[in-house]
């Protein structure tokens, strides 16, 4: 068995065919399936608000774009971050000209409140949390302390599809919430994912935002409004970030599956947790009681990370990092040093594989090779 990190699942055949129903109405572009994932998603999600778009990472820049414009935050300003995410997290504050501030992590792997609050200081805007995993951390204690000292609160819910805490849909507390539906994520597509804005006035000006600035969509013009409506106007410069029937006709269908497949990465999550306990040399990573996570990582921590990694390898299993501490690359340095427990996570951590595919034989096999390699 050759056991990869990732191996997304797809019904394709009912994959093919909604894409088939978008080909023969002659509309893959916005709208169309679009609206209907967004109607589907709210009524899932719980949220008030979900604009389908082409990616996370350029939902996080729209929802620091528009907060930023709309409350008169200046260049420079500061958003508290994480140090242990993808890249994208932290790019897109750079995106909208601000400054990334990094605070620690916990035994979680997201965000420490105490390090966001020995943080904050006075040109200090926002916080950016980002569910690791689909685990949600100390989240609550996040959302109360933004509460308290006014700070706006995005939620990077990139690996949260489906994730509930105390027993409710995540998401309802922050600003803005962003989730991926990237190619191997809990909910894949090829590419995109969906902005949440709790306010509806953001909602509509992002509407605006991600189909360049323009007022009315192509959609809204067509003939099934009657007669093509041609003009419209620009009101302000904006993106081309907007998401398309045919990814969406994707995420559609595998919306329907979603919980389901939630619950077996989460029986998966278990048995490593099983075959694992008592070792001492292997640390699985903290997932609070009260949440129900989408489990799209099941991580541990060892020493010699590398090594292990490379004998793993040696057995046709496939071991990913998730993450390298960012201040760790030339563009963040200027934070290096400031985050310990982030930098020491940085060279322990590994992701074991996780997917659909895997069985229980699978896992002990996996569970056992790393028990071999880490004594």
């Known amino acids: 068995m050759s056991a990869q990190l990732f191996v997304p699942s797809f019904r394709v055949d009912e994959c093919l065919g909604a894409i088939r129903e978008c080909l023969e109405k002659g509309w893959t572009g916005l709208g169309f399936k679009t609206v209907e994932f967004e109607n589907a998603w709210k009524q899932y999600s719980e949220l008030p608000h979900a604009h389908f778009i082409s990616s996370n990472t350029v939902g996080l820049h729209l929802a620091l774009h528009v907060l930023k414009s709309r409350l008169g935050w200046a260049d420079d300003d500061e958003v508290i971050t994480t140090p242990f ?15 990334p501030v990094f605070a620690d992590i916990d035994d979680s792997l997201s965000l420490s409140p105490d390090s ?64 991926s539906f990237q190619a191997v994520k809990n909910l894949p597509t090829a590419d995109s994912g ?9 909602d509509e000006r992002a509407r605006k935002l991600t189909w360049l600035g323009i007022n009315k969509d192509t959609y809204a013009r067509t003939a099934a409004q009657g007669a093509y409506k041609w003009m419209y106007d620009v009101e302000e410069v904006g993106f081309k970030y907007h998401g398309n029937s045919i990814m969406a006709s994707i995420g559609l269908t595998q919306l329907k599956w ?42 541990v921590r060892v020493e010699q990370r590398d090594a292990v990694m490379l004998a793993l390898n040696g057995h046709e299993v496939y071991p990913g990092v998730h993450y390298r501490d960012n201040t760790e690359y030339r563009m963040y340095s200027y934070a290096a040093g400031t985050c310990p427990n982030a930098a020491r996570a940085s060279g322990e951590v590994i992701s074991l594989p996780l997917h659909m595919k895997l069985t229980r034989e699978d896992v002990n096999m996996i569970s056992d090779l790393l028990i071999r390699y880490t004594k």
């Open 258 to 299: 979603l919980d389901q497949d939630n619950s077996y990465r989460r029986q998966l999550a278990a048995w490593y947790r099983t075959r694992l306990a008592g070792h001492n040399a292997i640390r699985t990573v903290d997932v609070s009681p009260a949440c129900e996570s989408a489990t799209h990582l099941f991580q």
């Open 194 to 202: 969906m902005i949440c804005f709790k306010d509806q006035e953001d």
């Open 116 to 179: 966001v609050l020995s943080r904050i200081g006075p040109r200090t805007r926002a916080v950016m949390f980002v569910g690791l995993g689909g685990n949600t951390g100390q989240y609550e204690k996040i959302v109360e302390l933004c509460a308290q000292r006014g700070l706006k609160l995005i939620l990077d819910a990139a690996h949260m599809a489906g994730t509930r805490l105390g027993g409710k849909q995540v998401g309802p507390e922050p600003d803005a919430v962003v989730f």
């Open 85 to 99: 995410t993808f890249v994208s997290t932290n790019h897109a504050i750079l995106y909208s000209h601000l400054r």
